[in-house]
Structures are given as structure tokens and as C-alpha cells.
């Protein structure tokens, strides 16, 4: 994927590899890019942020944004309360976070819970027949 895009120093590509692995292991850790890129031996901040941007096609802010949802997504399926999911999620309120997660996803964090509890619930082959039966 890196071969794609522009010719980046080694330094430069290990430190965009560094963040996204940081940010993938620990989503709910709260940093900012300066705090991501501090104990890294890498040129100019603002180089690297633009390269994480054409690598990844994502701000450093929005794919962890992008990996707290995802992961928040998972809070939601074992039945964690909205609240504090979003609280995890570093959103002052519930409705914030379900309107990111709403923008994210097409839909709202509790459409999105009753969806896992509809697959859970209805065995694979009913829905085969179910969706038979529509035909």
C-alpha cells in the first residue's frame, strides 16, 4: 500500500506504520497527533500527518475517531449502556456520540444493537426462507 503513493523516507513511513499501530491496539487511548508523534525519532510533524493522510486517506483525529466507533461497536453488542460507551469514546454526551455513530455507520447506535439481536435471534436458514418467501 505505501508503494502507491508518494516517495516517503523510511523515517516517515515507520512513523505513519508506528501511529496506525498504536491507534488500532489501543483505540480508547486518548492522544493527540503531538502526543502520537512525540517519542518518535521522525522529520517535521506536519510531514508526517500529511503522509498518514495519503496513505491511509484518513487524519490521524479521524481514523481514530474511525477505530473508537468501530470498536465502540462491539461495547454495544455485549449490551454496554450507549452512555457509557460514548463516555468511553471520549463524547460528552450520548447524543454526540449517536450522531457520530449514526454519520459513520447509516444508522443509530440502538437500530444498529436491535440489527445484532435480529441475527442472533433469527437462525441463518430462517432467514434464507424468510427472504425465499419475499421472492
Known sequence: MLNTVKPYSRYVRDAI????????????QFKTAAELLDHLNTPHRNSVEKAFKDVYHFRIKEYQVKQRLYQARKYLKDGLPKKLVAAKCYYGSSSSFCTAFKKEFGMCPTEWENSCKEDITVPHTAKRQTVAAKR
Open 17 to 28: 506504520q508506528c501511529v496506525k499501530q498504536h491507534i488500532d491496539t489501543n483505540p480508547f
